[in-house]
């Protein structure tokens, strides 16, 4: 036999030989997963004949989550459904509740909620002014505050001095925006394809100062209109005021004599003094000659 053949057969009897009584040790990785917990008990404001719509936050355990109220009660037209609460609460008031969520390992966790179901504030529009000088092209966002349907609105906005409109934008596709600058007075008007959500950003004004300075609370007027064609805010813009003229001094006069009294004024009197008056001399009594003696 030659050479070659034996080595190889040696080295695989070798290797065979060293694989005797080895143990094979196989590397596996195990998660920790997080204890099941909310990581959100607070839940936002909610207004009546508003629609609500909120997650209540779980994390942790193995996904997915069921939920459930365990305890209380939910507002009167608002449901649970997997973590998502919404719906369009009826009545006010401060509702506490408990809400069970289980998880695909079946672990479960359960945590005492608080929604407050309040009456709509009235329908707003404002702008978000930045707190510092502006001194350039700056981009204010107006936001609208319980909508309620609204589907059309327009807006008036006497503008300060210095300050130009350099354009106006909708803040997303599903609005169309028409606007003009008349003197000081901006007028936008604007459309809804599909109603808005309080809070949402409409539009973004841009304005351009002639120099540097800070803008102060904008004098607004509006008027908001519902999907049927119904006013649902309206709020006159301000009518500017006047500036009242500043007062006239007359200056004292100067110089002799009498100076000229001032239009409708009663001019002064010298009173006239009567020099008291004196008794005239009665007549002197005559006094008779002596009479003499006659001869």
């Given at each position: 036999?030659?050479?070659?053949?034996?080595?190889?057969?040696?080295?695989?009897?070798?290797l065979l030989l060293s694989s005797c009584?080895?143990?094979?040790?196989?590397?596996?990785?195990?998660?920790?997963?997080?204890?099941?917990?909310?990581?959100?008990?607070?839940?936002?404001?909610?207004?009546?004949?508003?629609?609500?719509?909120?997650?209540?936050?779980?994390?942790?355990?193995?996904?997915?989550?069921?939920?459930?109220?365990?305890?209380?009660?939910?507002?009167?037209?608002?449901?649970?459904?997997?973590?998502?609460?919404?719906?369009?609460?009826?009545?006010?008031?401060?509702?506490?509740?408990?809400?069970?969520?289980?998880?695909?390992?079946?672990?479960?966790?359960?945590?005492?909620?608080?929604?407050?179901?309040?009456?709509?504030?009235?329908?707003?529009?404002?702008?978000?002014?930045?707190?510092?000088?502006?001194?350039?092209?700056?981009?204010?966002?107006?936001?609208?505050?319980?909508?309620?349907?609204?589907?059309?609105?327009r807006l008036q906005w006497t503008l300060?001095?210095?300050?130009?409109?350099?354009?106006?934008?909708?803040?997303?596709?599903?609005?169309?925006?028409?606007?003009?600058?008349?003197?000081?007075?901006?007028?936008?008007?604007?459309?809804?394809?599909?109603?808005?959500?309080?809070?949402?950003?409409?539009?973004?004004?841009?304005?351009?100062?002639?120099?540097?300075?800070?803008?102060?609370?904008?004098?607004?007027?509006?008027?908001?209109?519902?999907?049927?064609?119904?006013?649902?805010?309206?709020?006159?813009?301000?009518?500017?005021?006047?500036?009242?003229?500043?007062?006239?001094?007359?200056?004292?006069?100067?110089?002799?004599?009498?100076?000229?009294?001032?239009?409708?004024?009663?001019?002064?009197?010298?009173?006239?003094?009567?020099?008291?008056?004196?008794?005239?001399?009665?007549?002197?009594?005559?006094?008779?000659?002596?009479?003499?003696?006659?001869?």
């Open positions: 036999m030659s050479p070659v053949r034996l080595v190889l057969p040696a080295a695989a009897l070798g009584g080895s143990t094979t040790t196989s590397t596996s990785s195990t998660s920790t997963k997080d204890a099941l917990y909310f990581s959100s008990t607070n839940a936002p404001v909610a207004y009546v004949g508003e629609p609500f719509t909120t997650q209540v936050a779980v994390s942790g355990g193995v996904g997915p989550y069921s939920l459930r109220v365990v305890n209380g009660k939910l507002p009167d037209g608002l449901t649970l459904s997997s973590t998502t609460l919404s719906g369009k609460p009826t009545r006010e008031g401060l509702y506490t509740f408990t809400v069970e969520v289980s998880d695909a390992a079946l672990s479960t966790k359960t945590q005492s909620m608080t929604l407050n179901v309040t009456a709509l504030p009235p329908l707003s529009l404002a702008f978000t002014l930045p707190t510092s000088e502006i001194r350039g092209e700056t981009r204010l966002p107006l936001t609208v505050t319980a909508p309620r349907a609204m589907r059309a609105f300060p001095d210095g300050v130009t409109v350099t354009r106006v934008t909708p803040a997303d596709n599903r609005a169309v925006a028409y606007w003009k600058v008349t003197g000081r007075t901006l007028t936008l008007d604007m459309g809804f394809r599909t109603p808005v959500a309080t809070g949402d950003r409409v539009a973004l004004v841009s304005v351009s100062p002639a120099r540097p300075l800070t803008l102060a609370a904008p004098v607004l007027g509006y008027t908001a209109i519902g999907g049927d064609g119904q006013s649902l805010a309206r709020v006159a813009l301000p009518t500017p005021t006047p500036a009242t003229p500043a007062p006239v001094t007359t200056p004292a006069g100067t110089g002799q004599g009498t100076g000229t009294a001032a239009p409708g004024s009663t001019p002064a009197t010298t009173p006239t003094t009567t020099p008291a008056g004196t008794t005239p001399a009665g007549p002197q009594p005559v006094t008779p000659p002596a009479s003499g003696s006659g001869k």
